[in-house]
């Protein structure tokens, strides 16, 4: 156990609708990541924040999406209308920036879109 | 873009027998990680090898790196069914932030 949470564990959604999913690292998470997995693939790199800033994003993120982390601490990633090619698994990872290395995955969130 | 490329894509074994998957990538690193990904879960940690050390081992898993040939290798030896899982390599680029760049991974299946 990584002591990194997401929520939902799955959703299934119509095309069109938002979504939104939840990531909880663990406190010493200063850094936090989102990737995207589809299937058969390696997860792709899609944003990354610094305590409460977004320091980078990917050409992935397209204008549909859009992720904050507030209080830097929990963080979410909202889908806005939603598309079929948007099922996925979405990942999250804490990493602790004093020691920039190794990268804690939660169990992701699989992300079904009719 | 994935930078890593896994080789094999795809590995069937004994257990009791050795397994070594190979990655190789294409710009200068920081690190290097292996991950494993049981299906339809998260990915689990392995090891972490950084760019000046060769070699690292932790309980039955050996991993080397190359960075003249750019090329790393994970060895898990006297393998168990419970091993069976995608395995993934992963690759802290130099000035890249920390992101990782994934491969698309090795599917090893280790039969009873």
């Known amino acids: 156990d990584t002591g990194v949470s997401q929520d939902p564990r799955h959703k299934i959604t119509k095309r069109g609708q938002n979504v939104t999913f939840r990531c909880d690292p663990i406190?010493?998470?200063?850094?936090l990541y989102w990737y995207r997995q589809t299937l058969g693939q390696g997860p792709e790199f899609l944003t990354y924040?610094?305590?409460?800033?977004?320091?980078?994003k990917s050409r992935l993120l397209s204008d549909r999406f859009s992720a904050e982390r507030p209080k830097g601490s929990f963080s979410t990633l909202e889908i806005q209308r939603t598309e079929q090619g948007d099922s996925a698994m979405y990942l999250c990872?804490?990493?602790?920036?004093?020691?920039?290395?190794?990268?804690?995955f939660g169990p992701g969130t699989r992300l079904t879109v009719l | 873009s994935q930078q890593g490329e896994e080789d094999p894509q795809a590995l069937s074994i004994q257990e009791g027998e050795n397994a070594t998957m190979n990655c190789s990538y294409k710009?200068?690193?920081?690190?290097l990680q292996w991950y494993r990904q049981n299906s339809g879960r998260g990915l689990v940690h392995l090891i972490l090898?950084?760019?000046?050390?060769r070699e690292k081992h932790s309980g039955r898993l050996r991993v080397t790196l190359d960075t003249s040939k750019k090329s790393s290798s994970l060895l898990i030896t006297a393998s168990r069914a419970a091993d069976t899982a995608s395995y993934f390599c992963?690759?802290?680029?130099?000035?890249?932030?920390?992101?990782?760049?994934f491969g698309k991974g090795i599917t090893l299946s280790v039969r009873p």
């Open positions: 406190s010493e998470h200063n850094r």
């Open positions: 710009t200068s690193i920081n690190n």
């Open positions: 992963a690759t802290d680029k130099t000035g890249a932030n920390s992101k990782l760049t």
């Open positions: 924040f610094q305590n409460e800033a977004q320091l980078e």
């Open positions: 990872a804490g990493q602790r920036e004093l020691v920039l290395d190794t990268q804690y």
């Open positions: 090898i950084r760019s000046n050390e």
